[in-house]
C-alpha cells in the first residue's frame, strides 16, 4: 500500500475547476472570455501636479471618457473588437476587450478647472494642477541687517 501526502488545497482547486466550468456552460464560454478588462494605471506626484498614466493600447481617444466628481476622477471608455476575418480563422485572441472604468480621489488641493489629458502612443496622460497652497514654500531669514537667505534643513531627533 503506498502512501499519498495529504494536500488541503488539492480539493478546493479542484471544487473551483468544477465551478468555472458549470459557469462555463451556463454563459456560453470561458469565464476568463467574459470578464472585462481593466487598464493599468501609473498615479505619480510631483510639487506642481498629480499625474495620471493609463496603458489604452489600441484604443479610439474618442471612446475614452474622463469626469471629475467631488474631488474624484474617473477614467472610462471602451475597447472594441473590430476586425473581420473571413471564416472566424482565429487562433488566439488574448487581448481583452470591452468597457472599463477606475476611478481615483484626488486630494483637496487639486485645482479641477486645470485638468489637461493628453493621448499618445497609446498611453493616456491626465495632468491635474495642485493649488498654490498646496506647493512647498521656502521662508527667507534676515540674519542681522544682511539681505535674507534661503535656509534648508532637516529635523534631527536629539539625545
Not at 499625474?51 to 474624484?72: F, R, Y
Amino acid at each position: 500500500m503506498a502512501l499519498v501526502r495529504w494536500d488541503p488545497f488539492r480539493e478546493l482547486t479542484a471544487l473551483q475547476t468544477e465551478v468555472n466550468r458549470l459557469f462555463s456552460r451556463v454563459g456560453g464560454g470561458d469565464v476568463a472570455e467574459r470578464q472585462s478588462w481593466t487598464p493599468s494605471i501609473d498615479v505619480i506626484e510631483t510639487d506642481e501636479a498629480i499625474k495620471l498614466n493609463a496603458e489604452l493600447a489600441g484604443m479610439d481617444p474618442k471612446d475614452i471618457s474622463i469626469e471629475v466628481q467631488d474631488n474624484v476622477l474617473t477614467v472610462s471608455g471602451e475597447r472594441r473588437f473590430e476586425e473581420e476575418v473571413k471564416e472566424d480563422k482565429y487562433y488566439r485572441i488574448e487581448r481583452r476587450y470591452g468597457s472599463f472604468s477606475r476611478s481615483l480621489a484626488l486630494p483637496q488641493t487639486a485645482e479641477e478647472e486645470g485638468i489637461e489629458a493628453k493621448y499618445e502612443n497609446g498611453v493616456l496622460e491626465v495632468v491635474v494642477p495642485k493649488a498654490d497652497i498646496a506647493k512647498p514654500k521656502k521662508i527667507q531669514v534676515a540674519i542681522g541687517e544682511h539681505k535674507p537667505e534661503t535656509v534648508e534643513a532637516t529635523a534631527t531627533e536629539s539625545a
